[in-house]
């Protein structure tokens, strides 16, 4: 596991997603798995809906 910065690319592309969910955090964490090529582990259906590189 390894901590990603949130830097300028990941801000941008978390406003620029296509996504009616609001939570900051769940669209940060989005942004940052699309920015960086990687699946995300995540139970939460929002998130499995809206980004099909999850895993669980």
């Known amino acids: 596991m ?11 592309a978390n406003i620029d997603l ?3 969910h609001r939570d900051p955090a769940d669209r ?9 090529g990687l699946p995300l582990i995540t139970s939460d259906s929002r998130i ?3 980004y099909a590189d999850t895993i669980w």
């Open 2 to 12: 390894n901590i990603l910065p949130v830097d300028d690319r990941i801000w941008v």
């Open 48 to 50: 499995r809906s809206f």
């Open 18 to 20: 296509d996504w009616d």
């Open 28 to 36: 940060t964490t989005v942004a940052t798995a699309m920015i960086h």
